[in-house]
């Protein structure tokens, strides 16, 4: 069984990524601790040093991980660690150092993580909960509204894989559907699943058009796999209106796939900061009770550029601090209103728009800052 690739969402070291990679439900912050014993960590060790050995997109960085991590704990580096969320930090900081891939992830969950055929579904239970805990974040659609000027604006802060977010997506376009210009923001998106990317750009290309979005190679099939915008989309498209896209160091993953997508088939204009530097898809292991790894078993090819934005991440066409970017993309887009409007009552509500979107306040900067993991 081949699965479709997927990214990991590097907001939540566990986030979900999609139904067809996930093995189990993220866990929550603060969540309680559990200990751990030398047995435990020398089979998690193990565990984690095969997968990245057989599955790692990039062989020779996967073999050379695994005997890293064989020789620490060799060397005794894990024994003095009793705590299963320090070991999760631990080994994330190891795999992180030795592949410099930000998909390269170790996690905790305090609830035990029930064991999972290879290639099979996910546990039902598992799956629900994992269902759940999109659901209760809408999918990922934070915020969508009208600004001044008649400004089209999408907050998103996940791209959810469940069938069941779609509808949600085409509620959000719909509802933006009559707005002249439109804004999306993924500064606090860490990422998800291609369908929705597939989804959102669907609704910016002209009926009949296909656009070849993005094409993922997968290690274990040694497969190429294409993703292309949809045939038809519910409701009217927004092609052909100007488009911004807010980034920052947050902004991860899929996120930067969208992203990428729209400069390199020049769909709109990115506004903010260079995104994270996460391009390789991947799939959750589970590697005892309480840990799980996320391994990044692919990689993207941009058909356009023919690579991606791993380790360098998506740089925007006007760099502003991530707090600004609203502001500044809502000012371009009134302004670029207000440049081709002749009707001279429609330039002067444009104008008071303007003047309204100037005077906003920037957002917090501490709010766009990524953590590093800890060791």
Known sequence: MI???TFVSLALAASLASPA????????PNEPDTPIDAATKAAVVESLAVHVRDDYVFPDKGAALAKDLRQRLARHEYDRITSSKEFADSLLADMQMMTHDLHMRA???????PPRTEDGPPPAAELARAREFERVRNYGFERVQRLAGNVGYLELRSFSGFPEAQATAVAAMNFLANCDVLVIDLRKNGGGDPAMIQTLLTYLV?????????????RKSDTMEQWWTASNVPGP????????????ALTGSAAEEFAYDVQTHKLGTLIGETTAGGANPGEFVRLSDHLAAFIATGRAIN?????????VGV??????PAGDALREAHVAAVQQRLDAEKDPGTRQLLTMALNLAKQAPSD???????PMPKR
């Not at 058909?303 to 934005?309: A, E, L, V």
């Not at 740089?315 to 502003?320: I, L, S």
Request: aromatic content about 10%; cysteine-free; charged content about 30%.
């Open 206 to 218: 002209e009926p009949g058009d296909r656009l070849h979005i993005n094409d993922f190679y997968q």
């Open 107 to 113: 996690s905790y969950r305090h609830d035990p993580i």
């Open 315 to 320: 740089k925007p066409d006007r760099a502003v």
């Open 3 to 5: 699965r479709r690739s």
């Open 364 to 370: 917090p900067a501490e709010d766009f800052k990524r």
């Open 303 to 311: 058909p356009i550029t023919h690579t991606n934005w791993e380790g």
């Open 237 to 248: 498209r927004l092609a052909g209106k100007p488009l911004y896209v807010l980034t920052s």
């Open 21 to 28: 990679a996930a093995q189990f439900a993220p866990g929550m």
